[in-house]
């Protein structure tokens, strides 16, 4: 841990004008800003680092506000790796020094394997420098560092053949912006990248807009939470991975232990499942009615602490329908939250937060996908409501597959055509089978 800080630290201090702050440590160890000795009391002998063909990038100039000041040793670990990978990475990046890539190499693959017993010191100079055990490793390893120009020459044919070319050849400096597509690509990628120090330490203190890691967020899955969020009218809608996991993730986030759900008789068999099963371990009781049943409504908001409504309407499988603006003003006048599941209606046929309910539930897997291909879930409402859902999801981890989130995308630029088709077919059939002798109700 404390090599990896020193590497970070000597990178600051190399670099003129660099906004390394010198504080205090404070666990009450050695001020932050120095390098000492090695880990067991004696002083490594130095080799001035440029003399060997480190390189330090100028972009990193400011390491981020809490890079020396964390206060438990886990997290002072955790950040100086940070600011190891990123050093290593950009400058295993740069043009202008190809020697810089196996510099990069160098450091990446030799700091746990040396520096641990000899920490990198700043000479009087400012210069960085390490341990001499460390560059003896470099050459046992195979990796040379050119000390001058010839060599620099006529090792880089070879370099530029390397494995750092292999990974990152064409996609640091060529990658296509995605604003310029007509479509959305698919954003297939776990984790993604920062241009430099500068734009990392705006993300983190929210000055700079864009994605971390794939837990908790997408562009593609982003794009089919802002159109499903147009097509409902709500502020924001969070993509999961199937219905299922956007339903019970809803209701671990917004019932608290010992809460208490009202729900229909009419009710998707896995959800009645989960609230019948799962959920009174957590001390949740539940009330069921009958989705036409107001009175019924009435009595269970009257005689417990409810925390939220929840209904499909239409309803699975009969396919009745709720009052929503009526159950919606009951549920509001007693402090709960009013969830519905319209899966099976869509944003075409009913808007369920323009009546009332705070919270609208689709499995996506169904008309808003419409082929038959893919399994998603979806949750829209306001920020307010989505707050606490998104937090626990990004926890609990049902992300849906950015290929699923491309098929979702692709097939809602024909769910207002299906819908409609599916609309007049239906009439058509009921009219049909109504005038049909043999038929008594339809």
């Known amino acids: 841990m404390a090599a990896a800080l020193c590497i970070g630290q000597a990178a600051a201090a190399a670099m003129p004008g660099a906004g390394y702050e010198h504080r205090a440590d404070a666990a009450g160890g050695a001020a932050s800003g120095k390098c000492g000795c090695g880990l067991g009391g004696e002083k490594a002998p130095a080799v001035n680092v440029a003399s060997k063909g480190f390189f330090w990038p100028p972009s990193i100039t400011r390491f981020p506000p809490n890079f020396v000041r964390q206060s438990s040793i886990k997290a002072r670990r955790n950040c100086s790796n940070i600011g190891v990978a990123q050093v290593v990475a950009a400058s295993a990046t740069d043009r202008n020094n190809p020697a810089a890539g196996v510099a990069a190499a160098a450091l990446s693959t030799s700091t746990h394997a040396e520096i641990v017993d000899g920490p990198l010191e700043l000479a009087g100079n400012g210069s960085a420098v390490v341990p001499t055990g460390v560059n003896d490793s470099l050459v046992d390893s195979g990796i040379s560092l050119p000390c001058d120009e010839a060599a620099h020459a006529e090792k880089k044919s070879d370099r530029k053949k390397s494995s750092t070319l292999a990974v990152h050849g064409g996609e640091r400096t060529r990658r296509p912006k995605v604003q310029d597509t007509l479509t959305i690509p698919i954003c297939q990628t776990s984790t993604y990248t920062f241009k430099d120090t500068a734009e990392l330490i705006a993300f983190q203190e929210g000055t700079f807009t864009s994605f971390e890691y794939g837990r908790y967020g997408n562009p593609t899955t982003n794009a089919v939470e802002e159109k499903i969020s147009a097509l409902e009218g709500a502020e924001t809608t969070l993509l999961s991975a199937s219905g299922m996991c956007a339903a019970t993730t809803m209701l671990l986030a917004l019932v608290p232990q010992g809460g208490h759900i009202v729900t229909t008789t009419d009710c998707y068999r896995r959800t009645r499942q989960f609230i019948q099963t799962v959920l009174p371990k957590m001390g949740i009781t539940t009330t069921v009615v009958d989705p036409a049943d107001i009175p019924a409504l009435q009595l269970a908001l009257e005689q417990n602490n409810v925390s939220i409504f929840f209904s499909e309407s239409p309803t699975n499988p009969y396919l009745r329908c709720i009052d929503i603006e009526l159950v919606s003003k009951l549920c509001?006048?007693?402090?709960?939250?009013?969830?519905?599941?319209?899966?099976?209606?869509?944003?075409?046929?009913?808007?369920?937060?323009?009546?009332?309910?705070?919270?609208?539930?689709?499995?996506?897997?169904?008309?808003?996908?419409?082929?038959?291909?893919?399994l998603a879930g979806s949750l829209s409402g306001s920020k307010q409501c989505l707050s606490a859902v998104r937090a626990l999801h990004n926890i609990l981890g049902g992300v849906v597959d950015p290929n699923a989130a491309y098929l979702i995308l692709r097939g809602l630029k024909t769910l207002d055509l299906r819908v409609r088709q599916q609309n007049r077919t239906a009439s058509l059939l009921a009219s049909k089978l109504e005038a049909h002798p043999k038929v008594c109700t339809v």
Do not use: M, R, W
Request: hydrophobic fraction near 45%; charged fraction near 10%.
């Open 332 to 374: 509001h006048e007693h402090g709960a939250l009013v969830c519905i599941d319209g899966t099976f209606a869509t944003p075409v046929n009913q808007q369920a937060l323009a009546l009332g309910a705070d919270l609208v539930l689709h499995s996506a897997t169904k008309y808003l996908a419409g082929h038959n291909d893919v």
